[in-house]
């Protein structure tokens, strides 16, 4: 098509519509989008950038105009001088840096040219704009590309003239914090941060955070270790039971085992020869110095890394032996969490989780509940996608304590809520939503179906199950059914739903697909 329009032979617009659809498409595949990324193919990654802006302009901007400042016009001088610089030999990596310059341009016109209902919007048709935004969101992740996309322009403008470096001679430096202290640079920071996410060594992307619970995904993962597991295995009593046992005096109290089965995580402590309390309570002291409000060591700790000690809290918090560690880790998240910045969306999506797992692993009494329902509910309202995530497993955790009656009326008719708007707007159109935020949707409504059927009530169940889903989400889905028919949590009418639906699913070409099918038919003839 670009070269069809380097000709002055303008392309039909349904060949410009399936030729865009057909580009989409193939950055979403993995084995492309990883060729892309090396560097061997980034002459191939720069001649898609300048055909997609050769496109773009012959289709919204007007000869002379620019595409995001039409009032600054370009001479002919000008734009001959540019095609002169890319094609010298003598200017090192000029076709890369091009590349990165149209990127951060097609990023930045993302908020008005390639947003639907905007005024800037006007020139381009309706049918194109979702692809092209799709195209330039996924080109922008490459590696070649990424870093020079991140920058808000406010920022070059404010003096910064970092230099470029890497294997693809485009990699910058992190943007320094005092820049990022201006508002409206920060404000255009987290907008690309939650459009694009943020590479760390090309390998992984910042918003798949690492707290999702990938089914058939067998390495360590933050979120697999449950809550009665952390109960059984360093024999934890919550404390509510402490409380119940107090009030409850005419009730005969059963002793509490002297040797509790040991749960895997811990017989792997014990087994690995470790002292490991002593290094879990080393880092917990050492960050609760870093994390509290007020202390000389907190009024030097950069913003950046009281995020990573927030996460890396949230993972540690797996090997800790004791109750008391526990408490600590809640007592001081808790303080930083109403001390620090509401809006610093990046240290909220560890720091609500890590809340919830502390306070479930000392029982969610009424003192506790309270607060933390609050913190789930504003969070789950938040426009931040990892910070949701990030709720909805600290939501998991919080369900897996055995929530007391007045804490579950109050949590879990938010959660329905969030749950059943989200997976109806995504009912027909889930390839276009984050994969792990569907999972962990799915996860939690399943449990919440399983564990907490009378709080949830009947309506719920009917608007969980969606079709036309990734294969991930398919198969989570079916498990999903599979549980609750064995947990018999389901009517006779669902059931027989459930049967009709698996045999259906049985005759579909996708063996996989159908393979899951049957074990739920199976499932459903002997329950």
């Known amino acids: 098509m670009a070269w069809r ?40 990654t720069c001649s898609l950038v300048h055909c997609l802006r050769l496109i773009i302009t012959a289709v919204a901007v007007s000869p002379g105009d620019q595409l995001l400042h039409p009032e600054k016009k370009k001479t002919r001088a000008e734009r001959e001088a540019e095609e002169e610089q890319v094609d010298s030999p003598t200017v090192p990596n000029a076709c890369q840096q091009q590349a990165c310059d149209i990127m951060a341009e097609l990023v930045e016109g993302l908020q008005s040219v390639f947003a639907l209902g905007h005024h800037r919007n006007g020139a381009i048709p309706a049918f194109f704009t979702p692809t092209l935004r799709n195209i330039i969101i996924s080109l922008s992740r490459l590696p070649l590309v990424n870093s020079y996309t991140r920058v808000p322009p406010l920022v070059w403008k404010l003096g910064w003239s970092p230099q470029p470096g890497g294997e693809f001679g485009t990699t910058l430096p992190e943007i320094p914090l005092d820049f990022l202290q201006e508002k409206d640079v920060f404000r255009e920071f987290l907008y690309r941060i939650n459009t694009l996410g943020t590479l760390i060594s090309h390998e992984k992307l ?52 002297a040797s509790p089965p040991m749960s895997p995580i811990n017989s792997r402590k014990h087994r690995a020869g470790v002292d490991i309390h002593s290094c879990s309570q080393f880092l917990l002291d050492l960050y609760s110095q870093w994390l509290i409000p007020g202390s000389p060591s907190n009024r030097r700790t950069p913003v950046v890394l009281i995020s990573e000690v927030v996460r890396s809290l949230l993972a540690v918090s797996d090997l800790f032996t004791e109750r008391n560690q526990f408490d600590m880790m809640f007592s001081t998240l808790m303080e930083l969490q109403k001390l ?66 007045d804490t579950a009326k109050q949590l879990i008719p938010i959660v329905s809520e969030y749950l059943l708007s989200n997976l109806r707007a995504i009912a027909h159109c889930v390839n276009l939503h984050n994969q792990q935020h569907v999972l962990v949707m799915c996860a939690v409504a399943f449990y919440m179906m399983e564990n907490y059927p009378l709080d949830v009530g009947a309506e719920f169940s009917a608007g969980v199950i969606q079709d036309s889903t990734p294969s991930v989400i398919y198969h989570c889905v079916l498990r999903g059914l599979e549980r609750l028919l064995l947990s018999e949590q389901l ?18 070409p996708s063996p996989h697909r159908a393979m899951a099918a049957l074990g739920l038919m199976l499932t459903c003839m002997y329950t």
Request: charged fraction near 25%; proline fraction near 6%.
């Open 5 to 44: 329009l380097l000709q002055d032979a303008l392309p039909l617009s349904v060949d410009l519509q399936w030729g865009l659809a057909c580009l989409c498409l193939s950055l979403q595949q993995p084995c492309v989008w990883n060729r892309l990324s090396t560097p061997e193919y980034a002459t191939y």
């Open 340 to 405: 620090h910045p509401a809006e610093d969306e990046i240290l909220n999506q560890y720091l609500v989780p890590a809340i919830c797992k502390a306070a479930a692993v000392l029982g969610m009494d009424k003192a506790i509940a309270e607060p933390v329902c609050r913190l789930l509910e504003v969070t789950l309202r938040s426009t931040h996608l990892p910070s949701r995530v990030g709720a909805l497993h600290g939501v998991l955790y919080v369900l897996e304590c055995d929530l007391l009656d």
């Open 206 to 257: 910042l918003l798949q955070m690492n707290t999702e619970r990938e089914m058939g995904n067998m390495d360590y993962k933050l979120g697999q270790v449950s809550i009665h597991s952390v109960w059984l295995g360093n024999n934890i009593t919550p404390l509510r039971e402490e409380e119940w046992g107090e009030d409850e005096e005419d009730e005969t109290d059963t002793p509490a085992p």
């Open 491 to 508: 009517s006779r009418v669902d059931g027989e739903a459930l049967v009709k639906l698996s045999v259906d699913r049985v005759n579909m």
